[in-house]
């Protein structure tokens, strides 16, 4: 079935690093979703990306949909200590219009 | 409301009792979602209402998992006779498109 696989799991970084993180799947998807979790918090959509090759920006966040739509990547830029959380990736789940698969997530640390 | 409401955010109960998990979903939101997540995971789909007609409970665990939206807002998700494995965050999220929002959760103990 559908899955969605994000690299890495986790990440250490020092504040004012950028981040890179992606999104995989053997399938073709027509929207990759980006969300941010914080601690305690439910998932907050932070890009929605809806056609191959696009590539749109949110502040320092910067996400592309692959042309092959089969990946997604998600980069932050010159990272502060608010950046720290769990990034998902998600996307609609094939003949739905409603129901999404969800990645692991990449879970961000920002080293003192 | 201004966000997804959850309550309570902490329910802790023995096993074999029922809970009752409500939300309160943005105002104007036809579609509502819950979702169940396990630490370390993403949000894993549970069902789906569209104003009060649940679309898809394909989710549901088994049929211990109940839930319903009667008047097409506030929805509650029932688990009877609760075990330990149904101890998890349970979310709910609202929608007027593939942009979910999500509500803080309610962390549920199972002992």
């Known amino acids: 079935g559908q899955q969605l696989n994000q690299s890495p799991q986790s990440m250490f970084i020092q504040e004012g690093e950028d981040v890179s993180m992606n999104c995989t799947s053997s399938?073709?998807?027509?929207?990759w979703l980006w969300y941010k979790q914080d601690p305690g918090e439910g998932p907050v959509l932070l890009i929605a990306l809806y056609k191959a090759g696009e590539l749109t920006s949110n502040g320092r966040l910067t996400a592309q949909f692959g042309i092959t739509r089969k990946d997604s990547f998600l980069n932050i830029s010159a990272s502060i200590p608010s950046d720290v959380g769990i990034y998902f990736c998600?996307?609609?789940?094939?003949?739905?219009?409603?129901?999404?698969?969800w990645g692991a997530g990449t879970k961000l640390i920002i080293k003192p | 409301g201004a966000g997804v409401s959850q309550s309570p955010r902490y329910k802790v109960t023995k096993r074999g009792q029922d809970v009752a998990l409500r939300c309160d979903p943005i105002?104007?939101?036809?579609?509502l979602y819950w979702y169940r997540q396990a630490l370390g995971q993403g949000p894993e789909f549970l069902t789906y209402f569209n104003y009060e007609a649940q679309q898809d409970k394909s989710g549901l665990p088994n049929d211990r998992f109940s839930a319903e939206r009667p008047e097409g807002s506030i929805s509650t998700l029932t688990i009877q006779r609760t075990e330990q494995r149904d101890s998890a965050m349970y979310r709910c999220?609202?929608?007027?498109?593939?942009?979910?929002?999500f509500g803080s959760g309610t962390q549920l103990s199972v002992l």
């Open positions: 399938s073709i998807f027509n929207t």
């Open positions: 999220a609202s929608s007027l498109s593939e942009k979910l929002f």
């Open positions: 998600a996307g609609p789940l094939k003949d739905s219009n409603y129901q999404l698969i």
């Open positions: 105002s104007g939101h036809v579609s």
